[in-house]
């Protein structure tokens, strides 16, 4: 039944694509959720399958490459990792696609339609991504939500601004996908496979460096797809796209996909100490330098786009720590709060028409009750307050990161203190105080839709509870996700910490969110940020001036090189010549044709000259002929 989960996406795209000029929206949307909702329940029932025991299941589907003795198989891989993930992808996804049928409602039908089908293509590309039984499988997904990202964050292709902000997202993970692609090669040239199970089944034959190569290689690939310093800045930008497609690429697809790749390469991972320290030192790094621009963010969907790319470097943190179960956790209860987030945000800019400027906002708690309870619900799941599903996956994290390096959880902590911080700020400034919109806008306010409130509600109920699944053994639970994903994330951090050590540690990041979200929520309720930002404010806001930075060394170079290329190598050179020699050949026949004047005494006397000129070639000819003759 594995293939039938990737199918129901495509079926849906193929059917919203090509039929998009004559489909109602309500069928649209019946195609495109329901195709989702198909997978997810055969997603449910694959599931069950393997944890119920069943075994590791490859199933091949056709001959992909074979050349020789070289062959690579369209093969699927059904497993504890691949079976979560399925879920995460599909639960959440159709919650997503929910939300859009109504969200999206005021669009033509035949862009409805066309979103729908992008939609839809991009969940089958994750699909594909997660199932792969190889590399190459895994490389074609990866390309899929690539160009989906493209085609969605440009949807309203005709703003020049949401334009730049698609190539920008294509172009910086094209950067990361050539590294990615490197791995694979080298992979190939010294294995001469790519399936998982003979990559780790023989990776005994790999020296260090080979392992080293390949890992880093791999995690260049990571750093792109889930936006990890220095090819994060596309994430941000990817607002520009409707807010639905924001929640799937934060929460269910795409930016979850270099934590999946690693967590799935773990056997090369921990052979390679160098590598770990690369991925550990890139997460804290991305996790704190994010948060720091979240917290002076004015944009309501920009906050929460820098919360995702610092919640990743979390993830990775733990990746470069040994904790794999830790990161893949943060990464389910991070999709359900984050998608909520996003989705509530939708539904705020959906109440006062598309105002996504929090200084603007203001007293929307008694206009959007459901919207606002969700909404809490989600801060206090990312802020990591107990018994939120946030706690436990972040706790984890931060527990094997002092098992590694005692630095690595006060850098944690810090950050975790300012997720909270940013988050409360976002939270009181956009629902407590006073509405601080136009009247116009505060007349039309009112609560959103139940295609749009009940995907909340459901969210938030799973940001309240997604952390039980795998409570630690020092609260009293028995880490139920830890010994579900044990047969194929096979290695964990190398100290373990007694239970009075993880107590304080958890107490500690506790009270540091705690006091750091209860200090912005009496600071912002009271007295909202109105005025621009001044001084290391300003510097905040302005992100840093990364994409500044960029522009001047990267962007403004390369453009000025392709202008040069174009201008005077193109243009002056190679176009100047080959239209020189047309120019030329033109000017010589019409001085040519002067010849032919009409005149009988002209042609006689060309015919002449030419009789001398043959005769003197000829006698020159034989001259020369019988003059070698009588030397040799």
């Avoid at 393997?50 to 690579?72: E, R, T, W, Y």
């Avoid at 919109?437 to 139940?450: R, V, Y």
């Avoid at 004047?597 to 019988?626: A, D, E, H, P, R």
């Amino acid at each position: 039944m594995v293939y039938l989960v990737p199918l129901f996406p495509l079926l849906g795209f193929l059917l919203n694509g090509i039929f998009r000029k004559s489909l109602s929206k309500s069928l649209v949307g019946i195609i495109g959720c329901g195709s989702i909702l198909a997978s997810f329940i055969v997603s449910v029932i694959l599931f069950s399958e393997v944890m119920s025991g069943g075994a590791l299941a490859v199933q091949p589907l056709f001959q992909f490459i074979n050349v020789h003795d070289f062959k690579i198989d369209f093969a699927f891989q059904a497993d504890q990792l691949s079976s979560l993930f399925l879920l995460i992808i599909t639960g959440v996804g159709f919650l997503i696609h929910v939300y859009s049928t109504s969200y999206m409602h005021d669009e033509a039908e035949e862009h409805f339609a066309r979103y729908f089908s992008y939609l839809n293509l991009f969940v089958f590309s994750m699909l594909l991504l997660v199932l792969g039984a190889n590399y190459v499988i895994m490389f074609i997904g990866w390309e899929g939500v690539g160009l989906c990202s493209y085609l969605l964050i440009g949807y309203w292709f005709k703003n020049d601004g949401y334009n730049y902000a698609a190539k920008k997202a294509f172009v910086m993970n094209r950067i990361g996908d050539l590294g990615f692609l490197l791995g694979i090669f080298w992979l190939l040239s010294k294995l001469g496979t790519a399936n998982y199970s003979d990559v780790f089944a023989n990776v005994s034959h790999l020296s260090p460096t080979d392992i080293t190569g390949i890992t880093v290689l791999l995690f260049i690939g990571a750093m792109g797809k889930s936006a990890q310093i220095p090819l994060y800045t596309w994430l941000p930008d990817a607002m520009a796209g409707p807010t639905p497609v924001s929640a799937l690429i934060h929460a269910a697809t795409m930016v979850t996909a270099g934590i999946y790749m690693v967590a799935r390469s773990n056997a090369l991972y921990s052979l390679s100490a160098v590598a770990e320290n690369l991925v550990a030192v890139v997460g804290i790094a991305t996790a704190l330098f994010s948060a720091t621009i979240a917290i002076k963010q004015n944009d309501i969907k920009k906050v929460l786009a820098y919360s995702t790319v610092s919640q990743l470097g979390y993830m990775f943190l733990g990746l470069g720590v040994g904790a794999y179960t830790g990161s893949v956790f943060h990464v389910m209860t991070h999709a359900f709060f984050k998608a909520l987030l996003f989705l509530g945000a939708g539904s705020v800019i959906h109440a006062i028409h598309n105002q996504q400027d929090i200084r603007y906002m203001g007293g929307l708690k008694k206009y959007l009750p459901v919207t606002h309870l969700t909404f809490l619900i989600g801060c206090i799941a990312i802020a990591g307050i107990p018994p939120f599903s946030g706690f436990f996956s972040k706790d984890e994290i931060l527990a094997a990161a002092y098992a590694a390096n005692p630095i690595y959880w006060v850098l944690g902590v810090i950050g975790a203190g300012m997720t909270a911080f940013y988050m409360f700020r976002l939270y009181a400034t956009t629902f407590l105080g006073e509405f601080r919109g136009t009247e116009e806008q505060k007349h039309h306010l009112h609560e959103s839709p139940a295609a749009i409130t009940i995907p909340l509600i459901i969210l938030a109920v799973l940001a309240f509870a997604g952390g039980f699944v795998n409570v630690p053994e020092v609260l009293g639970g028995h880490e139920e996700l830890h010994h579900f994903l044990s047969p194929v994330l096979t290695t964990e951090p190398a100290h373990e910490l007694d239970h009075n050590t993880e107590l304080t540690l958890m107490g500690v990041s506790v009270i540091v969110a705690f006091l750091s979200g209860a200090f912005a929520l009496i600071k912002y309720s009271k007295k909202p940020e109105l005025d621009e930002p001044k001084g290391l404010g300003k510097v905040l806001a302005n992100k840093w001036y990364i994409d500044e930075l960029y522009d001047a060394m990267i962007v403004n170079p390369v453009i000025a090189l392709g202008s040069f290329f174009k201008n005077v190598i193109e243009k002056s050179g190679i176009d100047g010549f080959v239209n020189g020699i047309g120019t030329f050949i033109q000017y010589s026949s019409r001085r040519l044709r002067l010849v032919q004047n009409g005149k009988v005494g002209t042609y006689i006397l060309f015919m002449v000259f030419s009789m001398i000129v043959l005769w003197l070639i000829f006698w020159n000819q034989t001259t020369i002929t019988n003059f070698f003759q009588k030397i040799f």
